[in-house]
């Protein structure tokens, strides 16, 4: 079955959603306000329907542009779901342009929905929120009717962690991509052209000096670029793991753990290690091994590019989903590389839980206990398979292998559709993940066979622990949104004058001092504060 260029789209969309911060530094857990007994009396605790009588809940979702021409109040997948559930919802469907406003015009006007899904709610509205009592606490409600989220955490802690706020509340129930499922997690990963290979007499490198040597030959040998890709950033996350940064993921910017000193917290920005990953990419790049105007390349140029077999060695998704079958069965897949000094991670990978903003009851709900449970099914078997494929026999339908395809009328749309399109009309995933994301239910191109093998390559070089985003207070969250941005984007900057050359490495000092007096310090003392009630957790 052929996938969509299009819908590779959703995958990154998976990886990019997170977003950190917080408030009150009190580890006591409050207790919810008292529970409607009449409504409780409704709920029924196991099985289906979730309540006795009907309920009608209001929901501000934000939809993606994939879900534009489709209806969320008439349906496939909620008109299904509601049967099931006894649990009628009245969508109100905002646009992704005109979201962030919309919902803080809800939260401000005090006219709130019941549940925000799917709205992108930032950390720190849920922690200001939350105590406010805005926002529910959800501690006691997922112990009592989300068994399914609840064996999840059980089973992963790194899930508890990531959404508990540093009061010791949940405001909001998570997306989250099965730990298993790494080549999600993994998202864009290394490819060589096996053209190009051959040309160079070589195979795929395993070294930081060979993929150079690569380079070098795929040069001066086959006319290909030797490396090109979507942007300067993702080809430094795919080689930091061979210089030891970044080796807790990708979710903390410029942030891992000392490997000195496991209890402490390191901004590998300023780092020898960082300074010898930037040396090496700025050696690929000033001796034209890197396309040259990777820094402002825009996707559909990188696109037809690689789709005319233009690139040697490429960090991207699927080759065969999206550069076409004769370019990209020619693509073969990589690991991490070694680097000089003995490194060998792929550390740029996103933690389990991909955002914890997507799904917020709020003190408008009449039944919080049973939007709990209606919620909590898609974090069970059956929940993510109606979630992602929809309705057997008429949106899906299992192979005698023991596969889950979607149909016919999906994959070869009557009207001309692209499968997204045709998509759109029945689900309301795309653009818009939530519940859980398992291998057997995701038909992004993450789970094309070469994909999947790729993702067995690299898994045993990721590191043991990838870190969620970490969660912070009010007050700490003013410092980082002021201060902690401002140095962040000092060093993404500067990265990217390094790597160019506009700035000689000679200025290295220079650049160490310039962040220490922008408030290093204070910053570094946030995140340990942060760490450490991770660990605590």
């Known amino acids: 079955m052929k996938l969509t260029k299009q819908l590779f789209l959703v995958g990154i969309a998976l990886i990019m959603l997170l977003a950190a911060c917080s408030n009150n530094t009190s580890s006591k857990k409050e207790e919810n306000p008292k529970l409607d007994e009449e409504a409780l009396a409704n709920v029924n605790e196991t099985g289906f329907p979730i309540v006795k009588d009907p309920l009608t809940l209001k929901v501000f979702t934000g939809k993606s542009a994939q879900n534009v021409n489709s209806d969320w109040n008439d349906i496939l997948i909620w008109n299904t779901y509601a049967e099931m559930t006894n649990v009628n919802l009245e969508w109100e469907q905002i646009q992704t342009d005109s979201l962030e406003e919309k919902r803080n015009l809800a939260l401000a006007g005090g006219n709130l929905p019941d549940v925000f899904f799917l709205s992108a709610m930032p950390t720190l509205d849920l922690f200001k929120y939350g105590k406010q009592g805005t926002f529910l606490k959800l501690n006691d409600l997922i112990d009592q009717y989300a068994p399914n989220l609840k064996k999840l955490m059980d089973e992963n802690p790194e899930i508890r962690k990531a959404i508990t706020f540093p009061d010791g509340n949940i405001y909001s129930l998570p997306s989250i991509v099965s730990p298993d499922f790494m080549s999600v997690r993994i998202a864009s990963r290394p490819w060589f052209s096996q053209e190009a290979l051959d040309a160079a007499g070589m195979e795929v490198p395993e070294t930081t000096e060979e993929f150079y040597q690569f380079l070098k030959a795929s040069k001066e ?40 000193n496991e209890d402490e917290v390191r901004f590998y920005a300023t780092s020898d290690d960082f300074k010898a990953l930037l040396e090496y990419v700025h050696k690929l790049y000033s001796e034209g091994l890197v396309e040259q105007n990777i820094f402002s390349i825009d996707w559909g140029q990188y696109l037809a590019n690689a789709s005319e077999g233009k690139y040697a060695s490429t960090v991207f998704y699927d080759p065969i989903e999206l550069f076409g079958d004769e370019i990209g069965s020619d693509y073969v897949s990589a690991s991490a590389l070694k680097g000089p000094n003995g490194h060998q991670e792929f550390s740029k990978v996103a933690p389990s839980v991909s955002s914890i903003g997507n799904f917020v009851i709020t003190s408008e709900n009449p039944n919080p206990a049973a939007t709990v449970r209606w919620m909590d099914y898609f974090y069970s078997d059956e929940g993510a398979r109606l979630y992602y494929m929809g309705v057997e026999g008429e949106t899906y339908e299992k192979t005698a292998d023991g596969k889950y395809v979607y149909t016919d009328k999906i994959v070869n749309s009557a009207e001309g559709l692209t499968m997204e399109q045709e998509l759109a009309k029945y689900l309301t995933w795309l653009g818009g993940i939530q519940g859980i994301i398992k291998q057997e239910y995701f038909q992004g191109s993450e789970n094309a066979p070469t994909s999947l093998e790729a993702a067995e390559k690299i898994t045993p070089y990721v590191p043991e622990e990838i870190w969620p985003a970490f969660l912070y207070t009010e007050e700490e969250n003013r410092f980082l949104s002021s201060t902690g941005a401002d140095i962040n984007k000092y060093v993404a900057e500067q990265r990217d004058k390094f790597i160019s050359g506009d700035l000689p490495f000679s200025e290295w000092d220079n650049y160490v001092e310039t962040i220490e007096k922008m408030g290093l310090e204070e910053l570094m003392k946030i995140h340990q504060a942060a760490y450490d009630r991770y660990k605590k957790e």
């Open 221 to 260: 040998k086959n006319g290909k670029i030797p490396y090109g890709g979507t942007s300067m950033a993702e080809f430094v996350s795919w080689l930091q793991g061979s210089f030891g940064v970044s080796n807790k993921g990708v979710r903390n910017a410029n942030i891992d753990v000392n490997p000195e």
